[in-house]
C-alpha cells in the first residue's frame, strides 16, 4: 500500500530544493516559508524530508507549468477572512505531497489547468503515505482526472466545499479517516469517489454529478450519518465486496437512488 513514486522516476530528485539558489523559498530552522506573499512556480520543485513548507495567512502560490513535490509536512494557516490561494495559470501545475503529517486551514484551490509534466500523473492535488487534515478549505474549478486524491493516508476533513471539477472531485484510496461537512457541487464524473478504505461521513451534500454522487467499491467500508444527493443519474453506488450503513440518505431529482453490484469480478457481493 506504500507508494514510492521515486522508485519508478516520475519525479526528478535533482529538482530537490537548493538554499543558496532557490528564488521561491527561504528556510527559518526546519521550515520553508514565502520568500514573498506570492510565488509564482514555473519549474519542479523538491522540499526535502524532514521539512515543513508552511504557507501564512493571505499568501498566494501560482503554478506557472510548474510542479511543487513535498516530501516534508506542510502547514498551511490561512484566516477566515484572509485565505491561502493556490491556484494556476494556464499552464497548469500540480501539488505532489509524499509522506508526512499535513494541516492545511482556510486555503482556497482555484483554477487547476491541465499540466502535462509527468505522463504518470493525472490528478491536481494528491497526498500518498501521509497524515492530513483539512479544515475550512475549497477546491474550485479543476481541468485534471482529479482534484483531490488521496492515497494510503490517514484522513481527517472538516468543513470541506469543492465546485466544477472535471471529473471526480475527492478520491479516496487505501485510506482511514473521518468526514464532517463536505459540500460537493458539478463534479463531471463522480463526486465522492472511494477504494479500499474506512470512512466515517457526516453530513455531506452532493449536487449535480455527472456519473455518481458517491461511489463506494473494492471492500471498503463506509458510514454516512446524514447525506443529501441533488440533480444527477445516480445517487449512491456500493459495489465490490463494499460495506456502507446509512442513517439518513435524501435524493432529489435522481434516477437511481442506490445501486449495488459487482463490477470486478474478483470481489464479493456488495
Known amino acids: 500500500k506504500k507508494v514510492n513514486l521515486f522508485k519508478h522516476a516520475v519525479f526528478n530528485p535533482n529538482n530537490e530544493i537548493n538554499d543558496a539558489r532557490n528564488e521561491y523559498f527561504k528556510l527559518i530552522g526546519d521550515e520553508y516559508t514565502l520568500k514573498k506573499n506570492t510565488a509564482i512556480i514555473s519549474k519542479q520543485i523538491l522540499i526535502p524530508e524532514n521539512k515543513t513548507l508552511k504557507l501564512y495567512?493571505?499568501?498566494?502560490?501560482?503554478?506557472?507549468?510548474?510542479?511543487?513535490?513535498?516530501?516534508?509536512?506542510?502547514?498551511?494557516?490561512?484566516?477566515d477572512n484572509e485565505k491561502i490561494i493556490i491556484t494556476t495559470t494556464k499552464k497548469g501545475g500540480k501539488l505532489i505531497v509524499l509522506n508526512g503529517k499535513h494541516l492545511i486551514k482556510n486555503t482556497e484551490f482555484l483554477n487547476f489547468k491541465k499540466n502535462n509534466s509527468s505522463d504518470y500523473y493525472t490528478g491536481s492535488i494528491t497526498f500518498y503515505n501521509s497524515v492530513v487534515e483539512l479544515i475550512n478549505s475549497d477546491f474550485s474549478g479543476n481541468e485534471s482526472e482529479d482534484f483531490l486524491n488521496i492515497v494510503s493516508s490517514d484522513v481527517k476533513l472538516n468543513n470541506i466545499k469543492f465546485k466544477d471539477c472535471f471529473s471526480d472531485c475527492l478520491d479516496l484510496d487505501f485510506s482511514n479517516g473521518k468526514i464532517d461537512g463536505l459540500n460537493i457541487e458539478n463534479s463531471l464524473n463522480d463526486g465522492l469517489d472511494v477504494s479500499e478504505s474506512?470512512?466515517?461521513?457526516?453530513?455531506?451534500?452532493?449536487?449535480?454529478?455527472?456519473?455518481?454522487?458517491?461511489?463506494?467499491?473494492?471492500?471498503?467500508?463506509?458510514?454516512?450519518?446524514?447525506?443529501?444527493?441533488?440533480?444527477?443519474?445516480?445517487?449512491?453506488?456500493?459495489k465490490d465486496g463494499s460495506r456502507v450503513f446509512i442513517d439518513l440518505l435524501e435524493t432529489n431529482n435522481i434516477k437511481i437512488p442506490i445501486a449495488a453490484f459487482i463490477k470486478k469480478e474478483r470481489y464479493a457481493q456488495p
Open 57 to 79: 495567512k493571505g499568501q498566494k502560490v501560482i503554478f506557472d507549468g510548474g510542479d511543487l513535490i513535498v516530501k516534508g509536512d506542510l502547514k498551511f494557516e490561512g484566516a
Open 198 to 238: 474506512i470512512l466515517e461521513i457526516k453530513d455531506i451534500t452532493i449536487t449535480k454529478s455527472g456519473d455518481k454522487g458517491i461511489s463506494v467499491g473494492e471492500n471498503s467500508k463506509i458510514s454516512i450519518e446524514k447525506c443529501q444527493i441533488t440533480n444527477g443519474d445516480i445517487g449512491l453506488v456500493v
